[in-house]
């Protein structure tokens, strides 16, 4: 797939994803979700990519929709709704999976975002999916919706009060107000920030940390584990866990971390992150 709205690359293990509508302040469009949707699920697919990162080019991270088009599309819903006909040999479609993110929660890789300027809207909500949040000491961030006449979108209601609390959430999704990055990071929506210079080498710096010293399978199914029991319960949560760790235990990551440990050195994992675990998947 050709790119337009976003730069695609890897080095080193690392896979790159940039928002690349500097003009428009990376707005988010259409084309722009199916690019970012297309290149983050090649990286996820690669063996050889340990980890993700996510910007944005310019001033912004992502500034939001693409106003223009939120336009058009109240606009239209003024419209009214034009008669259906059922023929016979059309089938029926099946119903539209909720949400446009969710895929992001099924990730094997740990994806950090790199949140280089404004972060808004969706630009805020996208990185509720994301397993590090970094942020240039510049940047702000907000919800934005209740000043556009719109509701909270996506995972919002269920990632944000998780990640920074329901007080906290309550008061950013209420007031749509932007708040900088130290309160961000006192809220505990981000994990660090730093100079707005250093933001991608320490975007980099964990990336490749990440990529090669922790064990691919390890990090994929301990993130699976984490996003299915959300809200499982406990009994759950321990027969998955005594499963995937007798799993785990015929490996050779675990053989290998263990001689590294005792040889002093750095592991060389080699479980690639897509390998299945079938009885898992059977229980």
Known sequence: MEYSEIIYSKEDRVATITLNRPQAYNAWTPTMSREMRDAIQDADNDNDVGA???????????????????GRRAAGSDQPAQPQTATAAAPPRPPRKPGLLPY????????????????AGIGFTMPLYFDFRIA?????????????????????????????????????????RMISA?????????????????????????????????SAISIAQSK??????????????LRDADETTKWMYSLADIKEGV?????????????PKTLLNTKNQDR
Do not use: W
Request: glycine share 8%; proline share 3%; aromatic share 6%.
């Open 224 to 237: 699976r584990m984490l996003m299915e029991h959300l809200t499982s319960d406990l009994e759950t949560v």
């Open 52 to 70: 993700i990162i996510f910007t944005g080019i310019g001033k912004a991270f992502c500034s939001g929709a693409d106003m223009a088009l939120v």
């Open 104 to 119: 992001l929660r099924d990730l094997r890789t740990p994806v950090i975002g790199a949140i280089n300027g404004v972060a």
């Open 259 to 271: 001689k590294a440990f005792a040889e002093k050195r750095a592991p060389r994992f080699g479980v």
């Open 136 to 176: 240039a000491r510049s940047a702000r961030l907000g919800t934005i919706f209740s000043r556009r006449g719109l509701t909270i979108e996506d995972a919002t209601a269920y990632f944000l009060p998780r990640l920074i609390g329901l007080t906290n959430a309550v008061d950013l999704i209420v007031t749509g």
């Open 182 to 214: 130290e309160e961000a990071l006192k809220m505990g929506y981000l994990n660090e920030i730093v100079p707005d210079d250093q933001l991608m080498a320490r975007a980099g710096e964990l990336a490749r940390d990440i990529a090669h010293n922790c």
